[in-house]
T-cell receptor
Framework: QQPVQSPQAVILREGEDAVINCSSS?????VHWYRQKHGEAPVFLMI?????EQKGHEKISASFNEKKQQSSLYLTASQLSYSGTYFC????????????FGTGTRLKVLA | NAGVTQTPKFQVLKTGQSMTLQCAQD?????MSWYRQDPGMGLRLIHY???????DQGEVPNGYNVSRSTTEDFPLRLLSAAPSQTSVYFC???????????FGPGTRLTVT
């Protein structure tokens, strides 16, 4: 079952902040975040590993709550270039080698 | 390194035709997957492989076959194309069970 993301869509003005959540029904060992622009392949933003280690982007941060099986992506001081659809993805759930993506969050930043 | 390559970039098929979407990677990754993305929707897993000779079904496998004879290649076969298979198809590879996917550029398929 794919992770559920919230909100489904959000509209921001430049400079505003946003939080995107990703919840899984299965235990997570790692979470990746991607951004996809229309007509393009998803682009990698961030990896979060069990134990809290985070590697990624300068102006985008994320958290990983293993107990709640949730991850959140924080976009601060949003720019027009942040517009797109954000997906969380995970392949680290126990008992499977599948890699699946969350339901997606459409984000639009207005000038 | 070319990364993950997919061919063709665009394809139009008539209902009932068959075809193979090609995917290759040069990163020596064990894991490879095929996803489809319908307009305005998310990425759904069709089939995946954890090594040469080993494949398994994803969430939406019906109407598709895969094989993995080498580490580099993971072709996706549409057996008898249907309009419901009109979509963008992405191939991805990753280096381990917790590795992040590297995507190909996608194949845009239209079935009329």
């Amino acid at each position: 079952q794919q992770p559920v993301q919230s909100p489904q869509a959000v509209i921001l003005r430049e400079g505003e902040d946003a939080v995107i959540n990703c919840s899984s029904s299965k235990a997570l060992y790692s979470v990746h975040w991607y951004r996809q622009k229309h007509g393009e392949a998803p682009v990698f933003l961030m990896i979060l590993l069990k134990g809290g280690e985070q590697k990624g982007h300068e102006k985008i941060s994320a958290s990983f709550n293993e107990k709640k099986q949730q991850s959140s992506l924080y976009l601060t001081a949003s720019q027009l270039s942040y517009s797109g659809t954000y997906f969380c993805g995970t392949g680290g759930t126990s008992g499977t080698y599948k890699y699946i993506f969350g339901t997606g969050t459409r984000l639009k930043v207005l000038a | 390194n070319a990364g993950v390559t997919q061919t063709p970039k665009f394809q139009v098929l008539k209902t009932g035709q068959s075809m193979t979407l090609q995917c290759a990677q040069d990163m020596n990754h064990e894991y490879m997957s095929w996803y489809r993305q319908d307009p305005g929707m998310g990425l759904r897993l069709i089939h995946y492989s954890v090594g040469a000779g080993i494949t398994d079904q994803g969430e939406v496998p019906n109407g598709y076959n895969v094989s993995r004879s080498t580490t580099e290649d993971f072709p996706l076969r549409l057996l008898s194309a249907a309009p419901s298979q009109t979509s963008v198809y992405f191939c991805a590879s990753r280096g381990g069970v917790q590795g992040r996917p590297y995507f190909g550029p996608g194949t845009r398929l239209t079935v009329t």
